[in-house]
T-cell receptor, first 110, second 113 residues
């Protein structure tokens, strides 16, 4: 079945560092791909999404590109801030069936 | 490892009836659980935050009298869809935190006919 594999955490970075969180997936068809973020004490929020190959999702300085050839959807940000500290989830949705990665905890230090 | 279990995985109910979905943390205590809903071909939507021993906190636009949440113990939160209508048909999923990890239930498919 479909699955999502996400880079294990935790990840600790200094402010203004470059962030990459790797995400790869397996799917039988053409899923939509998502990144969700969960800040401390809050519920999941959609960060960005891409619905077809080569689409780039972006929001709040974060980007991810749907790469069908490598079945990847890596999350990147050029300069992280302390406020980006959270848990990030990669997810896919195919035929209304959703699969999540295990989550990657990011801590950004001043 | 820690597991969050959701039941039932699929349920079909008639319009006007109520249906209850359970979310259990199997080997840890969860003071807070989250309930989400997924509309067809869309992303998850946070419905409410379930707090053990107190009232749930609902997101804007979510009818608290229709989606009753009870978090009566540290291992169980329930979502009851009252007077269900076909437009309530959806995928509902819960999550809970344990330590530094967030765990999701398997999700529940609700079909209202």
């Amino acid at each position: 079945g479909d699955s999502v594999t996400q880079m294990e955490g935790p990840v600790t970075l200094s402010e203004e560092a470059f962030l990459t969180i790797n995400c790869t997936y397996t799917a039988t068809g053409y899923p939509s791909l998502f990144w969700y973020v969960q800040y401390p004490g809050e519920g999941l929020q959609l960060l960005l999404k891409a619905t077809k190959a080569d689409d780039k999702g972006s929001n709040k300085g974060f980007e991810a590109t749907y790469r069908k050839e490598t079945t990847s959807f890596h999350l990147e940000k050029g300069s992280v801030q302390v406020s980006d500290s959270a848990v990030y989830f990669c997810a896919l949705c195919e035929d209304n069936d959703m699969r999540f990665g295990a989550g990657t905890r990011l801590t950004v230090k001043p | 490892g820690a597991v969050v279990s959701q039941h039932p995985s699929r349920v079909i109910c008639k319009s006007g009836t109520s249906v209850k979905i359970e979310c259990r943390s199997l080997d840890f205590q969860a003071t807070t659980m989250f309930w989400y809903r997924q509309f067809p071909k869309q992303s998850l939507m946070l419905m409410a935050t379930s707090n053990e021993g107190s009232k749930a906190t609902y997101e804007q636009g979510v009818e608290k009298d229709k989606f009753l949440i009870n978090h009566a113990s540290l291992t169980l939160s329930t979502l009851t869809v009252t007077s269900a209508h076909p437009e309530d048909s959806s995928f509902y999923i819960c999550s809970a935190s344990h330590g530094n990890t967030i765990y999701f239930g398997e999700g529940s498919w609700l079909t209202v006919v």
